[in-house]
């Protein structure tokens, strides 16, 4: 069992109140996509959920537990957006996912791991031994989703991973994140200002305006029958049919 919680949760910069009480349940191998427009509090919401945004109110727990920030274990894990900030470009792709492997494996088993892992997210093994500089965008993000699955994860939050992309990789990508969530039953927390890109991916959808959800449900529901205006104006947005996603990797 893996469910995350967001109780309540509050987040206050200075004066400004970023996240007002927000509440949210990411269920066990559930994708649940959290779209809203640009400085409505998506991100924060992230960043809180792996610590690196200060909670004042409510609770973030794992299967009714707080989430261990120290140690080994480190059950939430974060993907960014830009991947061109997120890797370390003196560090090998290799050595990028392995240091997110818990314990200390051996050289062999380490090894066997990086296959494993490049091989998950559709690289190819030989790229271990590249640095990031010789890598696409695409690439780049195949490479931060396996180092995040490196740290064994059991809940995954990907936070704009394909805004940065070419439009024409975007889809090979989202086609992983989903082949991946399937494959590995993890639960999601999938963020997009893209309704379209959301509506791929995601079970269930919340939707965030100035802080706060205004709307969460079934996909199905929420974007079927919207019931806040928001939700309206954002599905108006949306063109009819998402072509990038059927484009070979
Ligand atoms: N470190 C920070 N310090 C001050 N304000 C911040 C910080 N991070 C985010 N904010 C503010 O919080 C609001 C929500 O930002 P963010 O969560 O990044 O939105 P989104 O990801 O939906 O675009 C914005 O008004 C932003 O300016
Ligand atoms: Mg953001």
């Known amino acids: 069992m893996s469910v995350l919680s967001f109780r309540d949760v509050r987040v206050r910069y200075g004066s400004h109140t970023v996240l007002k009480d927000v509440s949210l349940e990411i269920g066990d191998g559930e994708v649940v996509g959290l779209v809203g427009e640009s400085g409505s509090g998506k991100s924060t919401m992230a960043r809180a959920a792996v610590g690196l945004a200060p909670v004042t109110g409510g609770e973030i727990l794992l299967d009714g537990r707080p989430i261990p920030r120290r140690g080994p274990v480190r059950p939430v894990q974060m993907v960014f957006q830009d991947p061109y900030s997120s890797l370390d470009p003196r560090m090998t792709v290799g050595e990028s996912v392995a240091e997110a492997m818990p314990g200390r494996p051996g050289k062999q088993a380490r090894r066997a791991e990086i296959t494993r892992l490049l091989t998950l997210v559709h690289l190819d093994p030989s790229r271990a031994d590249d640095l990031p500089g010789r890598l696409s965008g695409g690439q780049r993000q195949r490479v931060a989703l396996a180092r995040a699955l490196a740290a ?42 893209n309704l379209a890109v959301v509506r791929y991916v995601a ?47």
């Open 152 to 193: 064994r994860p059991e809940v995954i939050i990907a936070d704009e991973i394909t805004s940065s992309l070419d439009v024409s990789v975007q889809g090979a990508v989202l086609n992983l994140v989903r082949d991946m969530q399937r494959e590995l039953g993890l639960s999601m927390l999938f963020i997009s200002h």
């Open 203 to 249: 079970g269930r959808v919340a939707v965030m305006y100035g802080g706060e959800i205004v709307e969460q449900g079934p996909a199905a529901q929420v974007l079927g029958a919207p019931r806040h205006e928001y939700t309206r104006h954002l599905l108006a947005a949306v063109p009819g049919t998402i072509p990038t996603v059927k484009e070979p990797t």
